[in-house]
Each structure stands twice: as structure tokens, then as C-alpha cells.
């Protein structure tokens, strides 16, 4: 696993340019994370090792589906997101649907 991909679209909706760092809340952790040029431009990829800890123990539990799992980003402030897993592993196969019907940017773990 290498991160939390969000994808162009999500990037040029929600993520100005001039914004260099964002937080995420992950349970009870509310992390600052860098955004470096290349995420606007070439690799819409948010990298941060305590992201990926969080990312592998909630696959470890069950509570993430297999990779690419979706998460929602809801947003929890200016620059802010909380990351929720949109579909569990026992919730059946249809993430698309799921995916789509959010009205939140979706990341997917990498």
C-alpha cells in the first residue's frame, strides 16, 4: 500500500492549488499532511506514513475492503477531511454504485 489516491477530479474540485498541506482525521488522529507540486499536476496521491499505518490496520481488521478500497472524504474543516470507509468486505461487491452516489470527494487506498 502506498497511500490514498484521489484522482484528478477530486483534486481540481476540492484541493486549490495554493493550498500546500491538509489534514485528515483518521478515528481519533487528526494528521497534517504535505501536498507536493506533482499531486496537482501528475500524481493525485496523498503519501504519509502515518496515513498508510491507518490505512493497513483498518484492512488488518476487516474494516477496509481489499485494495483499492474507497474512503470518504467528508469534509471536518477548512483543508480538513475525515476519511470513512464508504463499503465494508461484507457488505457486497457493488463499490461503483456506492462510489457514485456520494455527494463527497472519494479517495481509494493505493
Not at 484522482?7 to 494528521?31: C, S
Not at 501528475?42 to 506514513?49: R, T
Amino acid at each position: 500500500m502506498t497511500g490514498l489516491h484521489i484522482g484528478y477530479g477530486n483534486v481540481q474540485q476540492f484541493f486549490p492549488p495554493d493550498v500546500p498541506a491538509i489534514e485528515l482525521e483518521l478515528d481519533h488522529l487528526r494528521i497534517v499532511c504535505t501536498l507536493e507540486p506533482e499531486f496537482w499536476e501528475s500524481d493525485p496521491e496523498i503519501h504519509d506514513e502515518r496515513l498508510l499505518a491507518w490505512l493497513e490496520s483498518k484492512e488488518g481488521t476487516g474494516k477496509l475492503a481489499p485494495r483499492p478500497a474507497p474512503l470518504a472524504m467528508i469534509p471536518a474543516g477548512e483543508h480538513a477531511f475525515r476519511l470513512l470507509p464508504i463499503l465494508s468486505p461484507m457488505q457486497g461487491p457493488d463499490v461503483d454504485k456506492e462510489v457514485e452516489m456520494t455527494k463527497y470527494a472519494v479517495g481509494f487506498s493505493a
